[in-house]
Each structure stands twice: as structure tokens, then as C-alpha cells.
């Protein structure tokens, strides 16, 4: 008789479907894989323990490297945090300024996936399309603060600079034109035969289990869920604008991209409303740090002499230690920082919650029954970045 | 219902379990004896009016120096349902470094309680897949720790591995096509 081995094979690190240095061990039953384990950390940089050596101005740009395809986002998330643990409140201005280039980043975000999704699955003139529209909103970071990829345009208490005419103009066009951009992309995916097959049915996670796993972003609003930081907890100027957050119904990657499809509409709406509203005034509070913020002492307990703390002196005595979590919505999901503060202007604890370490984890349970060549697509519709995974 | 409202309701439901109830803005966090945390997380998971249905995030804190207890495990949870959300924290000592795995409660919490090991090393037991996540399989020590040095002591000396590198692509000189 026979034997029936599985056939264990590996994919990545090196893979260009893999989004990054994601590699997959699957064991394969002819074309059905039966066991995934995913490995990670190919990319980590130890940003946790450097942000805890460096102050809040100095940590800053290391938040670009998480999530590089949507660095703005990143940036923003950290301001608001350090914001928040150090009660600083952000201008008017700087808000409405900061919410626009969330929502520009989340459409240069979705570009990208869309055009790498598509490429994966077998669609190649999204690509092409898709990456002459991420163009014009690279311009348009460009035109703020000089940089297109590693922005740190932000700053904690509001912006670098402030926006000029020429930006909202480009910005006005930009939001003009961009919704027959998405037309032309639906136009050759949308009803696509090949594009339905590959998607329809594939990767289900059903809403229940994908909020026990964690998932956030367009990944959990796929099954239904409307879960959304900008509604549940909002910040900047969220409060102040009219948005809806799209849901898909069946769970599987065809909803995921339809969400994701949706949310391109949604921004341009949000982008609009704020430049319509944009309020005068600065774009720094007085209270913002400097860049060579001051380290300055751990709080003490009354009554312990001032001092340096020498390693191996009871730490004890210089709590009580602030902590805060503070989340924001990222194009991938929920981005959450969680600070533990002693006083100082470097954080004894930073701990960042990446949206994509947690999607990648959910990959054996979307994988696993599925065919091969469904895993492609997986990939594809949880929308990760290995930088932000790894950290 | 609000963070403080939790929090009293857990101390009303485990009192002898909850060790101090600390508030900074609006929100809460209530440090617990880690022995029945799987009980603390299941009532706070399964009773209807908190819900806590999504673990947001799981993390290890290091408090080294501290008379008590050196680590902390940190958890967020969120109940999508009611929008509330609570901080728990549960202590760790030095010599006992293990809790119990919240895995089977929140499946999101593999991968995090992974990360905690392989950064703080604190065990997780009842954990399906126990090993490092990020750093390689035969890292040595924790990174996150306070005591772990942020740069390499050996100074000037190369990477241990380096040699074995070496002697691979040493070895596999002979396949390369010329």
C-alpha cells in the first residue's frame, strides 16, 4: 500500500508575494495545505528598546520605519499619544492639517495594496495605474515637508510647518479627479471572472473570530464588524467631520477589498471636508517640546533626596509611573502606543501595538484547508507590512 | 460603563485578588495577584455586561529595582460591543517568571505572549506554540529586559555565527556555476 506524506514546503523569506521578508512553512497535502506556521522578525530593529533610550522628539522618526508605505500614520499615532501623557493639546489647525494627511496616507496606503494584491493575484495593469496615482499624493508630501517616504512631518503638539496655497490647490485637484481613478480600478478588477473566482469565497473569518483574534481595520470590517478607533475614540478633528464607516457582510477577500474600495471614497470625503473647514491659527502649540527636550529627573517620592538613581537603587521610590495606551487608526488597523512614564522625557516602557504582527498571526487560520494558491491571496487581503510586524 | 466602574466591579468580584487600582487621565488600569488571572479574564470575557470580547493588546513590562515584584504583564482589552475599555495588570516575580496563557480565551494572544517571552521571558503556561517569535531560535537572553545591554559588550569581537557562515558558503563554493 501506498504511504501519504505531507509535502512540506518553505515560502519566503524571499518570495515577491510575501509583502516583505514573511516567510511561511506550509505543509501541503497535494494542493491543500494542512498545516502554515508563519515566521517573522527578519526585519526587527529593536525599535521598542530604542525608543526607550532616546526622548519623545528624538523617538519620532524611528516611527516612520514601522509601517514605511504609510509613515504619515505612524507619525501621527506617536503625536498623539506623546500628546496625550503629556497633556499637551494640539491648535485647531495642526488637527484639521494632521487629518487630512491621515487620510491622504490611507489613500496612498490602499494604492499600494491594491496594486500589489492585484499583481499577486494576477492582475497586472492595476499596478501600473495604481502606482502613477500614488505619485501625486507622494508630490503633495513633498510640497510640506520635503520628503516622500520617511516624512516626520508631524510633531508632537501639531505640525513642522504650516500648509500654503499651493498644496490645497494641488489637494482640491487631487481629490477632484482621484474618485475616476478608483472608476478605472474597478472598472478592470471589479467584475473581472478571474479576479471573482480568486476572491468570492476565499479567506473566510467569520466577524466572531476575528475579533477574538484581534484583527482591526478594513480586515475586521470585512466581516462585519464597524469597528472603527476614528468613531470609538476619536482624536484630531474626527469629532468635527461626517464620515461613515464601510462594512463588508460575507467575510471573505472579495469584502475585504470592497471595504478597502469604499474607504477610498470615504477619505476623499473626509479630506474635502477639512479643507473646506480649515481654521486659522498655528500649527505648534506654545507647550510642543523642543527637539533637545530636556531628560530631566525621575519624579520622586516626597521626602527621597534628589538625585540620579544608581542602578540597583530602588526604583520604588520614584514612582507613582503615568500610563496611558493611547490607539489610532492607522490604514492597516488600530496602531496603539502604550507609554509608561516616569517623570523623565524618555519613556521607561514604549510598547507598540502594530496592527500587521497581529494580522500575520491570524495567517494559519485563514490558510489552512485552503488551496495553495489561496494563500497569495490571504496574504494579500490582511494588508501587512513585515517593518511594522517585526518592529 | 466607565474604566471606574470596572475596576470596582472587578475588586467588588475578586477582592482578595486585586492588589491596587491606579487612574491616569481616563483611563484605569487594576493590577491583580496573577494566580487566577485565567478566572479574572474568563469572568471579564464572558459576563454580559462588560464583554470584553477583543484583546487589544498584551505586553511585559520590566520594574527592575522594585521591592515587589520585578515584571508586570499588561493587558488592554476592549469590548467592541459596549465601546469600554480597562487596563489589568498582573505582577510577576523574578523566580516564579510564569502566568497562566490567555490563549484559549482571546486567540489574538498567541503571538503577543510569544513576543513577551521572547522579550521579557516570562513563560507563558498553556501556550499551544511556545517559542521566540522575533528573535532568532538561539538568541541569547531577553532584549527588553532593563539589565540587557543596548549595545554588544564583546566590543570589536565578531558575531558567533559568523564563522559558520562562512564555512558554508566555503562549503558550497564547489555548486556555484562559473
Not at chain 1, 484581534?214 to 474626527?238: E, I, M, N, Q, W
Not at chain 1, 521610590?317 to 517623570?343: H, I, Q, R
Request: with cysteine.
Amino acid at each position: 500500500m501506498l504511504k501519504k506524506k505531507e509535502l512540506s514546503i518553505n515560502m519566503g523569506p524571499q518570495h515577491p508575494a510575501t509583502h516583505g521578508v514573511l516567510r511561511l512553512v506550509l505543509e501541503l497535502d497535494g494542493e491543500t495545505v494542512v498545516k502554515c506556521t508563519p515566521h517573522v522578525g527578519y526585519l526587527h530593529r529593536g525599535t521598542e528598546k530604542l525608543g526607550e533610550n532616546r526622548t519623545y522628539p528624538m523617538a519620532l522618526p524611528l516611527t516612520d520605519r514601522l509601517d514605511y508605505v504609510s509613515s504619515m500614520s505612524n507619525n501621527i499615532g506617536y503625536c498623539v499619544a506623546v500628546e496625550r501623557l503629556l497633556g499637551i493639546e494640539a491648535p485647531a489647525r495642526a488637527k484639521y492639517i494632521r487629518t487630512i494627511m491621515a487620510e491622504l496616507t490611507r489613500i496612498a496606503n490602499h494604492i499600494v495594496w491594491i496594486a500589489t494584491h492585484a499583481l499577486d493575484i494576477g492582475a497586472m495593469t492595476v499596478f501600473l495605474y495604481s502606482m502613477r496615482d500614488r505619485e501625486w499624493i507622494l508630490d503633495l508630501y513633498e510640497m510640506v515637508c520635503g520628503a516622500r517616504l520617511t516624512v516626520t512631518y508631524p510633531r508632537i503638539g501639531g505640525v513642522r510647518c504650516d500648509i500654503d496655497q499651493e498644496f490645497m490647490d494641488s489637494c482640491y485637484k487631487f481629490i477632484e479627479d482621484f474618485p475616476k481613478r478608483i472608476e478605472e480600478y474597478e472598472t478592470l478588477i471589479d467584475q473581472n471572472r478571474i479576479w471573482l473566482q480568486r476572491t468570492v469565497g476565499v479567506g473566510i473569518i467569520s466577524a466572531a473570530d476575528a475579533i477574538n483574534w484581534g484583527l482591526t481595520g478594513p480586515t475586521l470590517r470585512g466581516s462585519g464588524v464597524a469597528y472603527d478607533v476614528r468613531k470609538a475614540a476619536p482624536y484630531d478633528a474626527y469629532d468635527q467631520i461626517d464620515f461613515e464607516v464601510p462594512v463588508g457582510k460575507n467575510c471573505d477577500v472579495y469584502d475585504r477589498y470592497r471595504c478597502r474600495m469604499d474607504e477610498f471614497r470615504q477619505s476623499i470625503s473626509i479630506i474635502k471636508q477639512c479643507l473646506d473647514k480649515l481654521p486659522d491659527g498655528l500649527v505648534l502649540a506654545s507647550e510642543a517640546p523642543p527637539y533637545d527636550m530636556p531628560i530631566g529627573k525621575p519624579r520622586v517620592m516626597p521626602g527621597h533626596p534628589m538625585g540620579e538613581i544608581l542602578p540597583g537603587e530602588l526604583v520604588e521610590e520614584k514612582v507613582p509611573f503615568d500610563e496611558l495606551y493611547s490607539a489610532t487608526e492607522v490604514p492597516k488597523g488600530e496602531l496603539g502606543f502604550y507609554f509608561v512614564n516616569d517623570g523623565t522625557a524618555r519613556p521607561y516602557r514604549m510598547r507598540i501595538r502594530a496592527p500587521s504582527f497581529v494580522h500575520a498571526s491570524v495567517l494559519p487560520k485563514l490558510c489552512e484547508g485552503s488551496l495553495v494558491a489561496d494563500v497569495i491571496a490571504n496574504i494579500g487581503t490582511i494588508d501587512i507590512v513585515l517593518g511594522e510586524c517585526d518592529r | 460603563m466607565t474604566p471606574r466602574a470596572i475596576a470596582e466591579l472587578i475588586q467588588s468580584k475578586f477582592k482578595p485578588e486585586v492588589a491596587e487600582i491606579t487612574e491616569f487621565g481616563d483611563q484605569v488600569s487594576v493590577l491583580v495577584n496573577k494566580t487566577r488571572i485565567l478566572e479574572i479574564m474568563s469572568f471579564l470575557r464572558n459576563s454580559s455586561e462588560l464583554y470584553f470580547d477583543y484583546l487589544t493588546d498584551l505586553c511585559g513590562v520590566d520594574y527592575q529595582g522594585r521591592k515587589n515584584e520585578r515584571f508586570e504583564v499588561v493587558y488592554h482589552l476592549r469590548s467592541i460591543l459596549h465601546n469600554h475599555c480597562i487596563r489589568i495588570k498582573a505582577a510577576i516575580p523574578e523566580k516564579d517568571c510564569k502566568i497562566d496563557s490567555v490563549v484559549r480565551i482571546w486567540a489574538g494572544a498567541n503571538w503577543h505572549e510569544r513576543e513577551c517571552f521572547d522579550m521579557y521571558g516570562i513563560s507563558f503556561t498553556g501556550h499551544p506554540d511556545f517559542r521566540r517569535i522575533l528573535m532568532p531560535d538561539d538568541w541569547e537572553g531577553h532584549p527588553l529586559r532593563k539589565d540587557y545591554p543596548l549595545k554588544s559588550d564583546l566590543g570589536e569581537a565578531e558575531w558567533k555565527g559568523f564563522k559558520e557562515v562562512l564555512e558554508t558558503v566555503e562549503r558550497n563554493k564547489k555548486y556555484e556555476v562559473r
